[in-house]
C-alpha cells in the first residue's frame, strides 16, 4: 500500500524513463543549467535588478535601484515563513524536476520498506505537518536529496553501498533533518528572488502557484549548488538524534560517511555529491567534535537481518 501511495503521489510530477547506466549527474545538471539559464520574459516594470548583480547566497537580498520593498514584503523576508500550503508546493515542483531527469527504481518492494524505515525515522523528527515521501531514484550515482515538503530521495548507488537498515535510517535521518529545519526555504527567503516574492509570498498568493513558479529558477540553484555546508553539518548532527529516537544505532550515518570517504575523488560516481555537500572526511570531523561522548551509552540496533537488498 505504501509503494502504491508513494508512486501515485509522484506520479503528479511527470519524470521519464532512462535506460540502465544512465548518467544522471550530467542529465541533472544540464537540466538545472537549462533552468538557471532560461531566458527570462521581459518584466513592464522599470529598473528590474540585472541578473549579474544577484547578491551570495547568505547576503541580505538588495531591491533594484528605484524600487521600493513595501512593509510587507520586508517583513515576510525578515520574519515571515511560508505556508505549509507553500511549502508543500514548492517541494513538488523541485521533486518534479529531479524526476524530470530520472525515473524511481521499477521495485514496488524496495520503495515499500524504504518508506516505512522513512516514515518511522520521521515520526521522531517532530515535523507531523507534512506528507513524507520517500523513494529510491534508478542512478548509480552515490548521492541524496532532500525538498520541502517532505520529498526524500536516495540514490540505488548509494542504496547498495548501505550494510544495515541502521545505515539506511541514518541517511534518510540526515534528509529529514534539512526539512524539520527547513533549511531549503531558509535559503529560498535570503535568495536574490526575494524582491519578486514579495507579492507572491503574500496573503494575495495563497490561491495561485505564482510562487512556485518564480522559484521554479531558484530551486534548480539549490539542486546544483547544495546547502550552505553549516545546514549540512546540522543535518548530520540531528540525523543522528532522529534514528537514535527511532531505535536504531545512531552511528548508520557516521558509518555510510566513512565509507563514502574512501572513495577514490576521482571516481564519477560522486562527482554530484562534492559539488552539492562538504568532503565525507570533513562531516565526520564536524561530527565527531559535535556529539563527543554524547552518545557512547546510546544501544540502538543495527537490523541487518531484515535489510531489504536490491535483487
Do not use: C
Request: proline share 5%; hydrophobic share 40%; net charge neutral.
Amino acid at each position: 500500500m505504501i509503494a502504491q501511495r508513494v508512486i501515485l503521489t509522484l506520479s503528479l510530477v511527470a519524470f521519464s524513463g532512462v535506460a540502465a547506466g544512465f548518467d544522471f549527474g550530467k542529465a541533472l545538471e544540464e537540466r538545472i543549467n537549462k533552468e538557471l539559464n532560461r531566458e527570462q520574459p521581459a518584466q513592464p516594470a522599470p529598473a528590474q535588478q540585472p541578473a549579474d548583480t544577484a547578491p551570495a547566497q547568505n547576503a541580505a537580498p538588495t531591491p533594484p535601484a528605484n524600487q521600493k520593498i513595501d512593509a510587507r514584503q520586508l517583513g515576510f523576508a525578515l520574519f515571515g515563513d511560508y505556508s505549509i500550503e507553500e511549502e508543500n508546493r514548492i517541494g513538488r515542483q523541485i521533486a518534479g524536476n529531479l524526476l524530470g531527469a530520472v525515473q524511481l527504481v521499477r521495485d514496488d518492494k524496495l520503495q515499500n520498506y524504504v518508506n516505512l524505515v522513512g516514515n518511522w525515522v520521521a515520526q521522531h523528527s517532530g515535523r507531523t505537518d507534512v506528507t513524507w515521501r520517500f523513494g529510491v531514484i534508478d542512478s548509480e550515482t552515490i548521492n541524496a536529496f532532500a525538498a520541502p515538503g517532505g520529498y526524500i530521495f536516495v540514490t540505488k548507488g548509494l542504496y547498495r553501498r548501505l550494510n544495515n537498515e541502521a545505515e539506511l535510517a541514518g541517511v534518510l535521518a540526515h534528509e529529514i533533518a534539512h526539512v524539520s529545519q527547513k533549511h531549503h526555504l531558509k535559503v529560498l527567503k535570503q535568495s536574490s528572488l526575494i524582491g519578486a516574492l514579495g507579492q507572491a509570498a503574500s496573503s494575495k498568493a495563497k490561491d495561485s502557484d505564482q510562487v512556485v513558479q518564480n522559484l521554479i529558477g531558484n530551486g534548480a540553484e539549490i539542486m546544483a549548488r547544495g546547502l550552505d555546508k553549516n545546514a549540512e553539518f546540522e543535518a548530520d548532527r540531528v540525523g543522528i538524534v532522529y534514528a537514535a529516537r527511532a531505535g536504531y544505532d545512531p552511528w548508520g550515518l557516521p558509518a555510510v560517511l566513512q565509507d563514502m570517504a574512501a572513495i577514490p575523488a576521482q571516481d564519477s560516481r560522486t562527482a554530484l555529491l562534492y559539488k552539492t555537500h562538504p568532503h565525507p572526511a570533513a562531516r565526520l570531523d564536524a561530527l565527531g567534535e559535535a556529539v563527543g561522548g554524547r552518545l557512547d551509552a546510546v544501544r540502538g540496533k543495527e537490523v541487518g537481518d531484515r535489510f531489504y537488498r536490491i535483487p
